[in-house]
């Protein structure tokens, strides 16, 4: 499928590269397909492009390259609870605010969006009684 990214310009992409978020993410419960989009080589961010509203794309970065302790266990216990396979490998992406300077980026840690990368099914998981916080300065 073809979609004019405002970000990235025309994109091209592959219907098994769309991962499904059923619930939506809080704010968008609308929007449900989205695809994972490395922006520059070697970059700790990614965009989380959504495949419905082309204006729409979450910068994102793996939670493990902020807190190589981050509770990847948990992770994959709450995915599983909600009904989808744990056992699969995962994509997990915490949401990154850019705010103008001198303010510094933060990220979600608290509610890391977490995408089967074989069935490609996404959901936003909470980790409660958890250290981290919605906005982790990076």
Known sequence: MQIQSEQLG??????????????????????????????????????????????LAFVVTDPVSLDPDYPM???RRIYGELGLDPAQPLAIAAIVTVPGPPTRPTANLLAPLVMGLTSRVGVQ??????????RHEM
Do not use: M
């Not at 809080?26 to 929007?31: N, T």
């Not at 998981?125 to 919605?134: C, F, G, N, R």
């Open 10 to 55: 025309p994109l091209e992409i592959p219907e098994e590269s769309v991962v499904t978020f059923p619930f939506g993410i809080p704010g968008f419960p609308a929007l449900r397909k989205y695809c994972l989009l490395e922006v520059k080589q070697g970059s700790r961010f990614k965009l989380l492009q959504s495949v419905e509203l082309p204006a």
């Open 73 to 75: 266990d948990d992770v």
């Open 125 to 134: 998981v909470v980790l409660h009684d958890s250290p981290y916080q919605v």
